[in-house]
Nanobody
Framework: QVQLVESGGGLVQAGGSLRLSCAASGRTFSGYGRGWFRQAPGKEREFVAAVNWRGAATYYADSVKGRFTISRDNGKNSLYLQMNSLRPEDTAVYYC??????????????WGQGTQVTVSS
């Protein structure tokens, strides 16, 4: 059974940092792109960042560019999102995904259950 499990979410003040992790089990994703999406209350799920299979290429939403960094460790079958200079508008449930390298939700075949990130002002 394939599972993606996110961790590292929590409550942080504006300007603070969090590091999200996503551990995969059940299969290896070393040959596939991976990404992060988020969904705020009352809003649709939106793209945050993606990384290609080697970790050599990355892609970010304009809203997080320069503040968030996506990375991966294929040896650990894991994905990370370093989030700095957090803003209240970053508050959302963050989901990791595997199988694509784009900002398109439909390109990803595997999804985690999400981790809550709350940024207080």
């Amino acid at each position: 059974q394939v599972q993606l499990v996110e961790s590292g979410g929590g409550l942080v003040q504006a300007g603070g940092s969090l590091r999200l992790s996503c551990a995969a089990s059940g299969r290896t994703f070393s040959g596939y792109g991976r990404g992060w999406f988020r969904q705020a209350p009352g809003k649709e799920r939106e793209f945050v960042a993606a990384v290609n299979w080697r970790g050599a290429a990355t892609y970010y939403a304009d809203s997080v560019k320069g503040r968030f960094t996506i990375s991966r460790d294929n040896g650990k079958n894991s994905l990370y999102l370093q989030m700095n200079s957090l803003r209240p508008e970053d508050t959302a449930v963050y989901y990791c995904a595997a199988g694509g390298f784009s900002g398109n939700y439909d390109d990803y075949a595997y999804w985690g259950q999400g981790t809550q990130v709350t940024v207080s002002s």
